[in-house]
């Protein structure tokens, strides 16, 4: 069954480790985006990405960096993080603009 | 620029009542319109959509939404609310259709009365 997933679901982890969060997706997508949203709040566009060796930054300044080595992959990696980056973050794709998004589950991040 | 507007923050209803969500937009031509509902930490599940054609769209879960050009809105109904209906919702626009993003609403947390 087509799908897009992430993992890990959750992950706490200290301050100054290095992080990458997985994100993959097997309905053959261009595009891809990388969401960050606080409990209860709206959604910020960090990094998206049209295809491969694609990727923009988004509206929302991020110290997070994305790669687009493949299609159907898209990860999203935090050299040091720190209590600010404590969030969940979402990964979504889309075929062509009038499809939406197809969301993944989320990764909830608690940096401690 | 273009943006969406979801006016109500929070609203609560009771079980078996009618619910609508508001939302409007800010955009010069007819933007894909999406609803996504959100339950409590999980990813968004697309509910409808419109891009063009009939301006009343049915979607999964029983809801369904009227596209309103000359009010630059597309809420959200459902004649009778589950207590399994609550959740945040939002509202998004697509204006670039080669790029495919979205914009979205701030959303609206629905919370369902016994």
């Known amino acids: 069954e087509a799908d897009i997933y992430q993992t890990p679901r959750y992950l706490v982890i200290g301050t100054g480790k290095k992080i990458t969060l997985e994100c993959s997706q097997t309905?053959?997508?261009?595009?891809m985006y990388w969401y960050q949203q606080d409990p209860g709040m709206e959604l910020h566009l960090i990094h998206y990405?049209?295809?491969?060796?694609?990727?923009e930054k988004g509206d929302l300044s991020s110290e997070s960096t994305v790669s687009r080595i493949r299609t159907e992959h898209f990860p999203l990696t935090l050299e040091s993080a720190r209590p600010s980056h404590t969030s969940q973050y979402l990964c979504?794709?889309?075929?062509?603009?009038?499809?939406?998004?197809?969301f993944g589950s989320g990764t909830r991040l608690t940096v401690v | 620029a273009q943006s969406v507007t979801q006016p109500d923050i929070h609203i609560t209803v009771s079980e078996g009542a009618s619910l609508e969500l508001r939302c409007n937009y800010s955009?010069?031509?007819?933007?894909?319109l999406f609803w996504y509902v959100q339950s409590p930490g999980q990813g968004l599940q697309l509910l409808l959509k419109?891009?063009?054609?009939?301006?009343l769209v049915q979607g999964i879960k029983g809801f369904e939404a009227e596209f309103k050009r000359s009010q630059s809105s597309f809420n959200l109904r459902k004649p009778s609310v589950h207590w399994s209906d609550a959740a945040e919702y939002f509202c998004?626009?697509?204006?670039?259709?080669?790029?495919?993003?979205?914009?979205f609403g701030q959303g609206t947390t629905l919370q369902v009365k016994p």
């Open positions: 979504a794709s889309t075929g062509t603009g009038r499809d939406g998004y197809t």
């Open positions: 419109y891009f063009s054609g009939d301006t």
């Open positions: 309905m053959g997508h261009d595009k």
């Open positions: 955009y010069g031509a007819t933007p894909y």
């Open positions: 998004a626009v697509g204006v670039e259709s080669n790029t495919g993003k979205l914009i």
């Open positions: 990405s049209y295809g491969v060796n694609s990727t």
